[in-house]
């Protein structure tokens, strides 16, 4: 939301937008750490490889699946005036509305998509930026 829309809501939904996004931050976090160390406790084993390949599967399934289901990000910004005028009104809002209902309905694809986006960054950082800056330090 944008500050000026912020500044428009009463306080209590203030109290729940705020309420909500620590949760979402919350849930993040868990599940990031999650992720990471179910990650870590697999790579101990003798076909690591797999579990690389797996979890880029799995990234890649998230990330077509989340831009399906909210029909590549067509609707984002759409307003009633962009609509076709032989559509009601009704109708208009209703194609909004599902917009919207699928951008809500997909908010947990991010969380996991965002998970796994954290723990192959945090890889490649440790496979290849700290070896590079202990061969620059020593």
């Not at 750490?33 to 697999?42: E, H, K, N, S, T």
């Not at 307003?79 to 947990?108: F, H, N, Q």
């Amino acid at each position: 939301m944008s500050k000026n829309k912020r500044k428009a809501l009463p306080e209590g939904e203030k109290k729940a937008d705020k309420k909500a996004a620590v949760f979402k931050l919350v849930t993040l976090i868990f599940v990031t750490g999650g992720v990471f160390a179910v990650y870590r406790i697999l790579m101990q084993y003798k076909y690591f490889e797999i579990v690389l390949g797996a979890y880029l599967v799995a990234l890649t399934a998230l990330l077509v699946g989340y831009i399906i289901y909210n029909r590549g990000m067509t609707r984002k910004s759409i307003t009633v005036d962009m609509l076709p005028d032989d559509w009601s009104y009704e109708r208009k809002i209703e194609y909004i509305e599902e917009a919207e209902r699928r951008r809500k309905g997909s908010s947990w694809m991010l969380i996991f998509i965002f998970a796994f986006i954290f723990t192959f960054a945090f890889e490649m950082l440790e496979l290849f930026v700290l070896p590079w800056l202990d061969k620059i330090l020593s």
